[in-house]
C-alpha cells in the first residue's frame, strides 16, 4: 500500500529523510529487512477498528504475531507496534513525534540534530550561535510555544567573562560552594572568591582582600635613583611610604647616594600595584635592554627586579605620566 504525504508536509519531510535517527522507526515495514519476519493469518476486524478509532490503519504483521503495521493518518508514514497498545491504549507515531520536534527546534531557532541515545527525553539540538547542546524535548517545545529561544550556556558563560573582565576579575568556574547564581572569579590581585553573577554585571563586587587593610590605602608610585659603586640605577616601585621605603627597605650602605626623583599619589594600594606592574610589563617588552638583572646588581638593592638602567629615567616618567591620566582626580 503506498501513499503520498500531503503536500503540507513536504518541507517537513525532507528534513525527516535526512534526520538517520528515523531509519529505526520504518525499518519493520520493509520487507528487504533482515528482521522482516511476518506472522501468516488473517488480522481480527476489531483491531482494524480501533486501529481507525485512533488515527491509524493496520497495513500488514510485521516482526511476529504480536506487531503490526501502523499507517498514520496525519504523516502517511508506518512504523511497527505492539497490538496491545492499540487495543488499550492511544498509540502515537513517531513520525509524527519527530516532524513535531524538528518544527519546535525551528520554532525556538535551533536545528534538531538527533535524539540522545542515552535518553529518550533528550535531543542533540545545534543553536543558532553554532554551539551543540542537549535539551528535554518538552523544554524545546515550551520555548516554542513561548517563542523564545534555546539559551546557550557557552555564551551565556562568555559573557559572564567579558562583562567580569571590565572590573578586573578573571570567571574561574562554578562557584567555590556550589550556590546557584554565583561563580568564582579570581581578582588583579590574585584573590579568588565566589561573587554574584548579578552583582559582578553590575561591578558591585568588592575583592575581599583589596578592600580592606593595606591595599585600600593611598599609595604611590615612586622613581628612586641609586647610586650604586661603579652603576648607579633607577628602581620602580610603589609604597604607602616611598621616603621609608627608600632609606630602610632597600638595605643599601650608607654611604650609597639616593634620591627620590618623583613620586605620584593613586587611590589604593592596588591600583599602585596594578600600575606598576603594567609599567614594568611595558618596560620589559619595549626596553628589555634597559633592565638591569639581579646578578649585576646583587645585594646592593634589596630587591629581586623593578631596577633599570639610568637611561630608562625618561621613559619611566612617561609611563607615570600617563598612569596620571588614568586617575585625573588623584594629585601628584
Ligand atoms: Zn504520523
Ligand atoms: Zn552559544
Ligand atoms: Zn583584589
Not at 645585594?299 to 623593578?306: A, F, L, R, W
Request: charge should be positive.
Amino acid at each position: 500500500m503506498t501513499m503520498s504525504p500531503p503536500t503540507h508536509f513536504a518541507p517537513l519531510l525532507r528534513v525527516f529523510d535526512t534526520v538517520p535517527v528515523f531509519a529505526d522507526l520504518v525499518r519493520f515495514s520493509r520487507s528487504a529487512s533482515p528482521t522482516y519476519r511476518p506472522y501468516k493469518g488473517k488480522i481480527p476486524p476489531k483491531w482494524h477498528s480501533a486501529a481507525r478509532k485512533k488515527g491509524f490503519t493496520i497495513t500488514e504483521w510485521v516482526k511476529d504475531r504480536l506487531h503490526v503495521s501502523l499507517l498514520c493518518h496525519c504523516c502517511n508514514r508506518t512504523h511497527a507496534k505492539r497490538v496491545s497498545v492499540i487495543l488499550a491504549h492511544y498509540p502515537e507515531c513517531p513520525h509524527c513525534i519527530q516532524i513535531r520536534r524538528v518544527e519546535e527546534a525551528g520554532a525556538s531557532g535551533a536545528r534538531l540534530l538527533g535524539r540522545d541515545p542515552k535518553s529518550r527525553h533528550y535531543g542533540h539540538y545545534r543553536l543558532a550561535c553554532g554551539h551543540q547542546v542537549q535539551r528535554q524535548y518538552h523544554r524545546v517545545a515550551l520555548a516554542a510555544q513561548g517563542g523564545h529561544g534555546l539559551g546557550c550556556e557557552t555564551c551565556r558563560e562568555q559573557r559572564y567573562k567579558e562583562q567580569a573582565h571590565k572590573f578586573g576579575w578573571n570567571l574561574i568556574g562554578p562557584a567555590q560552594s556550589g550556590k546557584l547564581g554565583y561563580r568564582s572569579f579570581q581578582h588583579t590581585c590574585g584573590q579568588v572568591q565566589d561573587i554574584m553573577i548579578g552583582n559582578m554585571n553590575w561591578g558591585d563586587c568588592a575583592c575581599k582582600k583589596c578592600s580592606s587593610g593595606r591595599a585600600s590605602k593611598p599609595s604611590f608610585i615612586y622613581i628612586f635613583r641609586i647610586g650604586l659603586p661603579g652603576q648607579p640605577v633607577i628602581k620602580l616601585g610603589y609604597s604607602v611610604r616611598p621616603e621609608k621605603r627608600l632609606r630602610y627597605q632597600l638595605g643599601n650602605d650608607k654611604n650609597v647616594e639616593t634620591e627620590v626623583l618623583r613620586v605620584i599619589h593613586l587611590p589604593t594600594g592596588h591600583d599602585a600595584r596594578c600600575e606598576e606592574e603594567r609599567a614594568h610589563k611595558t618596560l620589559a617588552a619595549l626596553h628589555p635592554e634597559l633592565v638591569v638583572s639581579k646578578t649585576k646588581y646583587g645585594d646592593g638593592v634589596n630587591t629581586v627586579g623593578e631596577i633599570y638602567r639610568p637611561e630608562a629615567v625618561g621613559i619611566i616618567h612617561r609611563l607615570l605620566d600617563e598612569i596620571k591620566k588614568r586617575f585625573p582626580d588623584i594629585a601628584a
